[in-house]
């Protein structure tokens, strides 16, 4: 059984900064890529930024410059560095991955939400 654990959400005022961070638990062989995702009431889940395993990212236009995404393998963990926060990042924030257990499949977090409010 594998799971993936968010943490680091929050209230945060306009300018602001918060670290996301996914860890991922359970019978796990290897990881591939990692990703964030964001979701607004009555919208679709976007992608906001993903890393290989071998630490190549790519990030959303909305986010570029703003947020950095990072990965530590030997803690299965992902972790997304947000700054410079605008309302519009208001969401809730969910971690993805493609794990091997020995099978790749893709697994979620339960998703960490994030205000950004004055």
């Known amino acids: 059984q594998v799971q993936l654990e968010e943490s680091g959400g929050g209230l945060v005022q306009p300018g602001g900064s918060l670290r996301l961070s996914c860890a991922a638990s359970g019978s796990i062989f290897s990881i591939g890529a990692m990703r964030w995702y964001r979701q607004t009431p009555g919208r679709q889940r976007d992608l906001v930024a993903d890393?290989?395993?071998?630490?190549?990212?790519n990030y959303a236009d909305s986010v570029k410059g703003r947020f950095t995404i990072s990965r530590n393998n030997a803690k299965n963990t992902v972790y997304l560095q947000m700054n410079s926060l605008k309302p519009e990042d208001t969401a809730v924030y969910y971690c993805?991955?493609?794990?091997?257990?020995?099978?790749?499949?893709?697994?979620w977090g339960q998703g960490t939400q994030v205000t950004v409010s004055s």
């Open positions: 890393i290989t395993s071998g630490g190549s990212t």
């Open positions: 993805n991955a493609e794990i091997k257990t020995p099978a790749w499949s893709n697994y």
